[in-house]
């Protein structure tokens, strides 16, 4: 049995997320970014939550159009990474693409974040450009990554 079921984020999830965006990104962002999708056939918006008091302690926010499908923001509060929170919810969110019709997943990281890196390319993501000085006023390149799903599964 999975210990950090993903579920759907509800309203009541925005105000958390905000906080928990807040303390994984140097560029967070905002409740508005964050509010949830204004296309919701299109996006989507999993949680894992701690179980004894339900808070949200990761989130993964995604978007299918067509075949191809976007990973838009993956976060686990940094009390929690190692422990299987981020693989959970971006397993189940590769599940639902691929349910959903999408058969490529793209999503992009910041080139100097190696541990995020590790993990996308554990899950078989692989590098397929650079946007450069993407983040961080120009400072830092975006590393752009894909990975192919398969027909009625994830790899």
């Known amino acids: 049995m999975n210990p950090w079921p993903a579920e759907n ?17 140097s560029e967070p962002w905002g409740r508005e970014s964050l509010a949830f999708p204004r296309h919701a056939a299109l996006e989507e918006s999993l949680v894992v939550r701690f179980p004894a008091t339900r808070e949200p302690i990761g989130f993964l926010r995604y978007r299918v159009a067509g075949d191809e499908a976007e990973v838009l923001r993956l976060a686990v509060h940094p009390g929690w990474r190692r422990r299987g929170v981020g693989t959970s919810l971006l397993a189940e969110g590769l599940r639902r693409i691929a349910r959903g019709g999408g058969r490529r997943v793209f999503l992009e990281t910041e080139a100097s974040n190696a541990a995020a890196r590790a993990f996308y390319r554990a899950f078989g993501f692989l590098e ?19 990975f192919h799903l398969q027909e009625g599964g994830t790899r």
């Open 9 to 25: 984020a509800v309203a009541d999830d925005l105000e958390p997320l905000v906080a928990l965006e807040s303390c994984c990104f």
């Open 128 to 146: 397929i450009s650079r946007r450069r000085g993407y983040y961080r006023a120009g400072t830092e390149d975006a590393v752009v990554l894909s």
